[in-house]
């Protein structure tokens, strides 16, 4: 175990192009976004910035739907279309292994990222850490497993590893606009927050912030969340094909 | 003493039956060859053996195990080439061995496996850089990394160029001389002429027929032919009078002996004695292709 989660982080990193985009492009437009539009660091009717909780949890979410829907299907589709779970199937070791170490890489990836944007956010924009940090946590682990669930049922389903960003993008874009990264859910009309409450996307989103922002999440958002993780994670052990 | 034994297997997949009816027994250390066309059935009965399939019917054993049941054990005494499986493109050669000895309670020493399979000056390489043949040695360097009693090697030549498939050649017989169990699977007639101690020849999902190389051919007959130009003219019927020749057909000025046993000596012997050199000349022996074909009714490529 010890061994594969070496040998696969080492394989993960030599791939650092793919890397530097799951991680770089939330810090790089929190920095731009946050530099360049003045309304982000202007005080809003509640006193809160923008880059105090809602621009930074927004990036968390882009950070951890590239690598739910983008990288996660990408990696273990091309796996099992090399043969790679094939052949591990052959050995005492179940490919079920090389899937948890997968998994928990991206967690590791996404916490990372999330480390990275709480600390710019701080440093460059003075924005608060997250208030309620057992709470941020709890919200952020729920949600990124939530999430990694979505992206084994999106590597389940794609027949290879050339379509599997396609099917990927076709999920994550809607997930990311429910969440709320172009229209802010405050500012959602209301059947179109009705839908976002559900999408699993939004409720982590709005968890996240709220946490982030001081107040307690919301035990509705927090069971959709978790039923997404129930719902899809069954779908993905039910899904999933070694070959 | 046999280690593997196949009873009666047959595989069903929805739309057809890859193994209908498939029987043989492989002895301790012998190389067993496992030889038919593209879509005999070969594959899925050593993915049935290796217990990566469960058959529909029939029994298998490995070693006393039962594959589905004790898929465990089976993995610690049986490894495993597969076809076309690869790795993690940026994976070393170094790391996927010492990934692979980590899923084994006592696995062999990699680094001297690295050696004895040819990878020595290639352990820091990437298997996207890898040849082909370089990657045919990892694999097996990989199914051999858990010391199994038992290698299955599927296909372990194809898409090879001549020299490397030459090579593996080699480094099967190795392996063979260590002491490991060896299943072979092949649909190149040379490869398994040339390596099987035993050989099962499988088409449509039934054993056609299990003998040695030498003991299969023999069962279409020892017939020979001996093509050659006379540098004179010769009479059909001194060759006709040798006991050996069976007939004798003339193209263009080419002569072409057919018949059996010591046919060649006895054809150039005559030829001396009438002070005849025979020019350009070929002997053709029957081959597994031709057992093949004779079994079946098929041509094996």
């Known amino acids: ?182 229209v802010p859910r405050e500012i959602m009309p209301d059947a179109l927050r009705a839908v976002s409450d559900f999408s699993v996307a939004g409720p982590f989103a709005q968890a996240l912030k709220d946490a982030w922002a001081g107040q307690s999440p919301e035990l509705g958002h927090l069971a959709v969340v978790a039923a997404g993780l129930v719902i899809f994670g069954g779908l993905a052990v039910r899904l999933f094909r070694w070959e | 003493m046999k280690i593997i034994e196949v009873r009666n297997l047959r595989k069903q997949y929805p739309n057809h039956v890859a193994v209908e009816d498939v029987s043989f027994e492989v002895a301790e250390g012998e190389i067993f060859g496992i030889l038919g066309p593209n879509g005999a059935g070969k594959t899925t009965t050593v993915e049935c053996v290796a217990g990566l399939r469960t058959p529909d019917g029939g029994t298998v054993q490995v070693a006393g195990l039962d594959p589905h049941r004790d898929r465990a054990e089976l993995r610690q005494v049986l490894g495993m080439q597969l076809q076309s499986a690869e790795l993690p493109e940026k994976i070393k050669v170094s790391e996927a061995l010492d990934l692979y000895a980590s899923f084994y309670p006592d696995p062999a020493d990699w680094p001297d496996l690295i050696e004895r399979v040819g990878l020595g000056s290639k352990r820091d390489t990437m298997f996207k850089k890898l040849s082909g043949g370089q990657r045919q040695r990892l694999s097996v360097a990989l199914a051999l990394v858990g010391r199994p009693r038992v290698a299955v090697l599927d296909e372990l030549t194809t898409g090879l160029d001549p020299q490397a498939r030459r090579d593996t050649w080699e480094l099967v017989e190795q392996v063979r001389d260590s002491g490991v169990t060896i299943v072979l699977v092949t649909h190149f007639m040379e490869e398994a002429e040339r390596l099987c101690d035993r050989l099962a020849l499988i088409d449509a999902g039934r054993v056609a027929a299990t003998d040695t190389p030498s003991g299969l051919i023999a069962q279409v007959g020892d017939e020979q032919r001996v093509k050659f130009r006379p540098s004179a003219p010769v009479d059909d019927a001194v060759l006709l009078a040798l006991p050996e020749v069976r007939g004798v057909t003339r193209s263009g000025d080419q002569i072409v002996v057919t018949g059996s046993g010591n046919l060649a000596p006895t054809v150039t012997l005559a030829l001396a004695r009438q002070q005849i050199v025979p020019g350009d000349l070929r002997i053709e022996q029957a081959t597994l292709d031709d057992a093949f074909l004779a079994l079946t009714g098929r041509k094996l490529s």
């Open chain 1, 1 to 182: 175990m010890k061994k594969m989660l070496i040998v696969e982080t080492r394989l993960y990193l030599r791939d650092w192009p793919s890397l530097l985009f799951t991680v770089g492009l939330p810090v790089g437009l929190l920095l731009v976004l946050g530099l360049s539009i003045p309304v982000m660091t202007e005080a809003g009717t509640s006193g809160e910035r923008m880059v105090d909780a809602q621009l930074p949890s927004m990036m968390t979410l882009l950070a951890l739907l590239t690598l739910a829907c983008n990288i996660v299907p990408a990696v273990l589709t091309t796996y099992r279309e090399r043969g790679v779970l094939r052949r591990m199937s052959t050995t005492p070791v179940h490919p079920g292994r090389l899937l948890g170490v997968q998994l928990l890489i991206n967690l590791v990836v996404g916490v990372v990222s999330a480390a990275i944007l709480i600390g710019s956010a701080a440093v460059v924009f003075g924005a608060p850490l997250p208030r309620q940090p057992v709470a941020f946590a709890f919200v952020f682990l729920l949600g990124s497993a939530a999430l990694l669930a979505i992206g084994l049922v999106i590597a389940a389903l794609a027949p290879n590893g050339k379509t599997a960003p396609g099917i990927g993008a076709v999920v994550m874009f809607p997930l990311m606009f429910l969440g709320g990264m172009w």
